[in-house]
């Protein structure tokens, strides 16, 4: 039986967030400087986004766009005005969606991509510390001590 403590769950998730820093520094996310606060908050803006989507449910859903997963892109006025010949249209974004990838909707949005944005930030920051192991590790502390909690332990009533 395989548990989360396996070598090789272990070296994949050492790999993907060195992979996930690897990517965030050719993106020029670490060209200056970053302190923690920034980081953090980031974090929390990847987490407000999906909070958004939840928000947003009932809007989407009745439009049959599922809140948990769905691709966006984004269109041009300009580029419909382009098969028409007119060259003087006012360029203005907007936003179409779908449940399925398709040339205009290639983004991943709704709530899943967004909390897995906030967990790439957090690899990203892990990457850049060199501590992924040490990071793994302490999840699997804390999660082994969560374990052994009383059921809705510190009196929350949430």
Known sequence: KKTFKDAQIKAGLKELIEDIHQTAKEHGWWDKPQNFSTIVSLIHYELSEALEFERNKSNLERLK????????????????????????????????????????????DGILPELADAVIRIFDYIGHLDMSEEFIQVILEKH???????????????
């Open 65 to 108: 766009i599922d809140p948990l997963y769905h691709y966006t892109g984004q269109v041009y006025s300009q580029d419909v005005a382009d098969d028409y010949g007119d060259i003087n249209t006012v360029i203005s974004p907007t936003t179409i969606m779908s449940n399925m990838q398709t040339d205009v909707c290639k983004k991943p």
């Open 144 to 158: 082994d001590f969560n374990k052994t909690r009383p059921h809705k332990h510190g009196g929350k009533v949430f």
